[in-house]
């Protein structure tokens, strides 16, 4: 009898998840769920690697405003299904930065042209994915993580700034 094939994967090969976090804010403000949430990852491809932030700004949906509390989900919760949503991206379409941490954020911002693209169609209740069809991305090197070089190796720099 012959083995069996593998079942099909349907979201995003060699995904390695890393730390999750989300503004905590959001219950001093009175909201139900965090403005932003990110998901920091590494993403292998034919033996290349991404450090990824994958950072969704926004809310979720306005009937959570209206939850009642029993309803409302917890931090585990939001995390196990933001890193679901992420699993479901197609990272290969997008332009990743090489030997940089690269944030991609999603939001409804109808001035960003991209839209998020999926292995498969979304399905179950996972609430991103019913934002599918409005969320948008961008791309950027994270600020934090730019290495600037010192004004020693490039003295052109500080005679530009100098008062005479």
């Known amino acids: 009898m012959p083995a069996a094939a593998a079942p099909p994967h349907f979201t995003t090969p060699d995904l390695e998840l890393l730390s999750y976090c989300e503004d905590r804010d959001f219950r001093a403000e009175g909201k139900p769920e965090p403005n932003s949430r990110s998901q ?17 700004k926004g809310a979720i949906s306005c009937s959570t405003y209206d939850a009642e509390p029993e309803q409302i989900k917890s931090k585990r919760e939001r995390r196990i299904e933001f890193q679901g949503f992420v699993r479901l991206i197609d990272f290969r379409s997008l332009a990743l930065l090489n030997n940089t941490l690269t944030e991609v954020i999603l939001n409804g911002d109808p001035e960003t042209t991209e839209p998020v693209k999926l292995y498969r169609e979304p399905e179950g ?30 003295p052109f720099f500080g005679l530009s700034m100098s008062p005479n």
Do not use: A, C, G, M
């Open 125 to 154: 209740t996972n609430r991103f994915t019913k934002l599918i069809k409005i969320l948008r991305f961008y791309i950027r090197e994270d600020p934090s993580r730019v290495v600037y070089p010192l004004s020693l190796q490039f």
């Open 40 to 56: 920091s990852l590494v993403y292998y491809s034919q033996d290349k690697k991404w450090w990824i932030r994958v950072t969704f």
